[in-house]
């Protein structure tokens, strides 16, 4: 996705004329945001801000980063209505991420989530406050436990091996390695959430698609809150609420048939094979709970595990294979790695995962220089305060650039370049600690899905690594493999990565 011009032109000729009507109308704001303009940045235009430095970009922490090397670690972007603060060092990533993390604990109100959060009440964009810490808690006792990502191991087995057979059957030709690991790692979500794959998997795909491609937090309606009729001529409120009924219809569905299949169910067969559905719905049921779950609440929060789960693992798979087959000495060295490891047994097992040192560097050194939400999920301040000597007010977005400090080169050495050694003999972790690499966020508004999701891309990685040997199509170089990146909800490919797979180590069922 990109900030395209002439559309973008087309909207803003409605706006401007609106939004000087709205502004004679409107009463005066409750916040001033005058303070901000203290902050460096570029200069603003009347009424869109600098909103042209983003139109026909695709890559905006990169532009965000650019822009930080002329103004600043804190910088001030007013896009259309919305003042935004983007940081870019360690140092002040330190005061929002730690110092003020209450006050940054916040989101920002976006229109997609509105609509696709069941009005803000999911894990993602639920105020800071007694809903959200009883939904966090959940999340890091129950769903997203290291017991539970245990305990989806057979569906991992059973899932990765249909993509190996997939790809298999594909040997000597292209295989469009991006497409299948996506369908992949959204019906291994799926699984996991629900206990099989829904009747409509296809329409249930192609909605979350839709959905993350919605969910930017850039689009124009976003920018100009204070017109309310624009998400209407903008055209998002009516494809969000048309992929919003699709979902709420599917999810209803899922959750009726749980209700029906729990009361069918022994109590011993519960505990063994308990997806994250009936956890949520157990919560429900529980009388004693201060805080209430509606059926509502319960599809917020499932829906914000197949979209947060299945996009980011999936682009990181992708991302990670680019760079190996970009890189082919790294590619050698990770299958030496996977192979030497499983050639005893002849097939993937996650229980040795622990000897896959250069895989898990591969991986980490992919989430530096890819993280897939490079600017992190945005912040919104709850209270005043100061950061770097200047004030800032309540209700300040932030955008932490963590694209940017996991490429900075006070940190990193030859920071662009991909060097998985890098982490071979390293004590830096993705664990929020060292606010230069953040690929999960920090604080406590962190990634709650950590182990699920990396549980997921070792074992796609190491699969696709023991089985399979690759090559570019069409007597491309590796090393001219494209990597432009497409911004949406998470960055990825801008173009499917097209491998040609030649078989290595038979398939086998995992015993
Ligand atoms: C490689 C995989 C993943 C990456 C790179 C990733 C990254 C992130 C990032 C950067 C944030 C925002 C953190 C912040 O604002 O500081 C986040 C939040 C979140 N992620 Fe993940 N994520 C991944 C996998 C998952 C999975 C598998 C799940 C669940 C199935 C998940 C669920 C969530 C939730 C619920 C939040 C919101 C937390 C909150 O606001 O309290 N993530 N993730």
Excluded at 290 to 305: G, R, S, W
Excluded at 440 to 457: E, I, K
Aim: glycine share 6%; aromatic share 8%.
């Amino acid at each position: 996705m990109e900030f395209e011009f002439p559309s973008t032109l087309v909207v803003l000729s409605f706006l401007v004329p609106m939004f000087m009507v709205v502004n004679l109308l409107r009463r005066k704001s409750t916040t001033s945001y005058s303070h901000l303009n203290l902050i460096p940045g570029p200069r603003k235009l009347p009424l869109i801000g600098n909103l042209l430095l983003l139109v026909g970009k695709s890559n905006l922490p990169l532009v965000f980063r650019d822009l930080a090397v002329k103004y600043g670690p804190l910088m001030h972007l007013q896009l259309g209505e919305i003042p935004i603060l983007i940081v870019s060092s360690v140092e002040v990533a330190n005061q929002i991420l730690k110092t003020h993390d209450v006050t940054f604990a916040n989101r920002p109100p976006l229109v997609a989530a509105r609509v696709m959060a069941y009005n803000y009440t999911d894990v993602v964009f639920a105020p800071h406050g007694e809903y959200w810490r009883h939904l966090r808690k959940i999340c890091t006792l129950e769903l997203l436990s290291v017991r539970r990502v245990k305990s989806f191991r057979p569906i991992r087995e059973e899932e990765f091996l249909n993509l190996a057979k997939g790809i298999a059957s594909n040997e000597g030709s292209p295989a469009n390695l991006s497409e299948r690991v996506y369908l992949s790692s959204f019906t291994l979500t799926t699984k996991a959430s629900i206990g099989k794959e829904t009747k409509e998997q296809g329409t249930a795909i192609s909605t979350l698609r839709e959905a993350v491609e919605l969910a930017s937090g850039f689009s124009i309606a976003d920018l100009y809150p204070s017109i309310k009729l624009l998400p209407l001529i903008s055209g998002i409120k009516f494809k969000l609420e048309r992929i919003f009924w699709q979902a709420d219809r599917i999810l209803g569905r899922i959750i009726n048939e749980h209700r029906v299949a729990k009361a069918n169910k022994t109590d011993d067969a519960m505990e063994t094979s308990e997806d994250l559905a009936e956890v949520l719905l157990k919560y429900q049921e529980d009388e004693g709970t201060e805080v209430p779950l509606t059926t509502d609440n319960i599809k917020a929060v499932l829906l914000d595990m197949f979209l947060a789960g299945g996009e980011t693992s999936a682009t990181l798979v992708d991302w990670a294979m680019s760079e190996m087959v970009k890189n082919p000495t790294t590619l050698k060295r990770a299958q030496e790695e996977v192979r030497q490891v499983f050639d005893g047994k002849g097939y993937v097992d996650e229980a040795e995962f622990h000897e896959l040192i250069y895989l898990k560097s591969v991986i980490k050194e992919t989430l530096r220089l890819h993280p897939p939400l490079p600017l992190l999920v945005p912040r919104l301040s709850s209270e005043r305060c100061e950061i770097n000597g200047y004030e800032i007010p309540a209700k300040t977005r932030v955008i932490i650039n963590a694209w940017a400090l996991g490429r900075d080169p006070k940190h990193w050495n030859d920071a662009d370049k991909f060097v998985p050694e890098r982490f071979m003999d390293s004590s830096i972790d993705y664990k929020g600690n060292n606010l230069e690499y953040i690929p999960f966020g920090a604080g406590r508004r962190m990634c709650p899905g950590m182990s699920f999701g990396l549980a997921n891309v070792e074992f796609t990685l190491a699969m696709l690594l023991y089985h399979f040997d690759w090559e570019m199509p069409n007597g491309i170089k590796n090393e001219e493999l494209d990597m432009t990146e497409a911004f949406g909800m998470s960055v990825k490919r801008k173009h499917d990565l097209l491998l040609i797979p030649t078989v290595m180590r038979p398939l086998q069922q995992v015993k």
